[in-house]
């Protein structure tokens, strides 16, 4: 893979978390029965910021989750034989809140699919809303996110790296060509 572009530095991924917490208050009215679900791996990272910014905002802790969508992924076996399962961490009921699922970049909207039917086997939520750092297009299921840090139009000959220090030791967006 090629380095194409720099699509966020991590000021710009800090000010878009920013963004998207404002826009989640604003869109539920504040943060009363709302409760974030991080998927797997970078989703529960930006979940946690997403968290530490309406606190900073609202004054309120607001639970997060970790999602774990492996074993509802449609794709399961095209992945792999032996699928790596680390468990969903959900210490708290979904029961009548209003669930953000996490993500760091929609594509196909298989992930997010993915994760409704995990949040789904959690308990009945009373809303259930989609936010990702990155929108890159080509969805394959009618699935869109409600809050977007940045729509970055792709090729299917590209990949978008969402990096994180946690796991990259590094934070900012990447774009990567395949060919």
Do not use: W
Request: glycine share 8%.
């Amino acid at each position: 893979m090629k380095l194409k572009a720099q699509i966020m530095t991590e000021d710009g991924m800090s000010r878009a978390l920013k963004r998207m917490a404002h826009e989640i208050l604003e869109k539920n009215d504040g943060c009363e029965n709302l409760v974030l679900l991080g998927i797997k791996r970078r989703g529960v990272t930006l979940a946690g910021t997403l968290a530490e910014r309406i606190r900073e905002i609202e004054g309120v802790e607001i639970p997060v989750g970790v999602l774990d969508i492996t074993l509802y992924r449609d794709d399961l076996a095209a992945k792999s034989d032996m699928p790596r399962v680390n468990e969903s961490i959900v210490d708290f009921s979904v029961e009548g809140k209003t669930v953000v699922i996490v993500d760091d970049v929609i594509f196909t909207g298989r992930t997010a699919r993915a994760a409704l039917d995990a949040v789904s086997e959690l308990g009945r939520a009373a809303r259930i809303q989609l936010a990702v750092l990155i929108d890159r297009g080509h969805r394959d299921l009618p699935i869109r996110a409600d809050y977007v840090g940045k729509n970055v139009p792709t090729s299917l000959n590209e990949v978008v790296s969402v990096q994180v220090k946690e796991y990259d030791g590094r934070t900012c967006v990447d774009l990567y060509s395949i060919v």
